[in-house]
């Protein structure tokens, strides 16, 4: 019988990529040894954005990709939701496997339903195909605005997507810049579809989280009662730094407060380009009470809220 896997313990870190892929240099392999968190998560809850990467040798990065990064498996993975306390995950398509979403499946089928999947898809996705992936557990599709990340897909053909997905009751996550929302506010409400936005919108943390820059996001929820928001990676997001992460505090606290019912928790591991800045995932979740400071809300962002949106089928 085969050893269980703990983060920390042998075969847990990954410093590398397999198959024919090597990991870029300079990248931040995710944390080797994180702690066990203090703050004790509700029963049933759900880490609501992470990823898989790969391995490469199973599963091959894409041609287009902008990083190569680390093997980060589905085992790893589990091995990681149990360390923290969480029962379920919402896996993330990654950008390095493109519009290949054979990992995030793969994932998925060996969750025995403790996982759901958002899937990149290209314009020529076949309908066949999108039933296959709502089977596997897939419910909604990423679009990327981040221009590190991804090369542009013109909006007529995103909305084209958006359009296909509707009626199988998907969303569409969105990933973008604040700087970049004034420009795309437009586009994102007329979609024909609910909006999960990755990371609040990725806010000045230096601006006030009542200024005009993140007003602008609280806005965006507040005309459409159907965008919900991901209040995650504060380590992304710090100028003050870990692990309280104090500045990112008040932007994830408004949103919790002000949209209890559309916000969600994740963890972002394995913490894409992170570099030298990879998180303690243990911190990470020992943040969770400083901005769902009762234990009512806390119960919604991780349990109530991805539930309905991921498990309601
Ligand atoms: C995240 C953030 C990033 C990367 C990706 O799919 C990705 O490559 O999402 C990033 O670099 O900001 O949410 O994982």
């Known amino acids: 019988m085969s050893a269980v896997l703990v983060p920390g313990g042998p075969g847990w870190a990954s410093n590398a990529a397999s198959g024919p892929f090597t990991m870029d240099a300079g990248w931040g392999a995710f944390h080797p040894r ?13 880490d609501a954005h992470c990823h898989v990467f790969g391995p490469g040798a199973e599963f091959p990065y894409a041609p287009e990709r902008k990083y190569t990064p680390c093997d ?38 060996d969750a025995n339903g403790r996982a759901r999947g ?8 076949t309908d066949a195909e999108l039933r296959a992936l709502d089977e596997a557990g897939v419910r909604g599709v990423r679009f990327n605005f981040v221009k590190r990340l991804v090369d542009t897909t013109p909006p ?5 997507i958006a359009e296909r997905v509707a009626p199988l009751g998907w969303h569409v996550v969105i990933y973008f810049e604040a700087v970049d ?5 437009g586009f994102f409400a007329s979609l024909p579809v609910p909006l999960v936005v990755d990371h609040m919108g990725r806010p000045d943390v230096t601006k006030s989280a009542d200024g005009a820059e993140f007003e602008l996001f609280v806005k965006l929820m ?20 870990p692990p309280g992460h104090d500045d990112v505090v008040p932007f994830a606290k408004r949103l919790v407060e002000e949209f209890p019912d559309r916000v969600l928790y994740g963890t972002d591991w394995p913490h894409p380009n992170m570099k030298d800045k990879v998180p303690d ?16 809300a806390q119960r919604r962002l991780l349990v109530d809220n991805p539930m309905r949106l991921y498990w309601s089928r």
């Not at 995932?281 to 009512?296: N, Y």
């Open 34 to 46: 994180p702690s066990k968190p203090r703050f004790v998560v509700p029963p049933g809850a759900v």
């Open 72 to 109: 980060a498996s589905k085992h790893q993975l589990w091995a990681l939701r149990d360390w923290l306390g969480f029962e379920r995950n919402v896996i993330v398509q990654a950008t390095c496997h493109g519009a290949d979403n054979r990992a995030v499946v793969d994932a998925l089928r």
């Open 118 to 125: 958002v899937a990149t898809v290209k314009a020529d996705v």
């Open 156 to 160: 007529d053909v995103l909305r084209g």
């Open 181 to 185: 929302l004034p420009e795309l506010y």
């Open 222 to 241: 507040r005309e459409r009662p159907n965008v919900w928001s991901k209040v995650t990676c504060p380590d992304r997001l710090t100028k003050s730094g």
């Open 281 to 296: 995932d243990g911190h990470l979740v020992d943040w969770i009470p400083r901005i769902a400071t009762t234990a009512d």
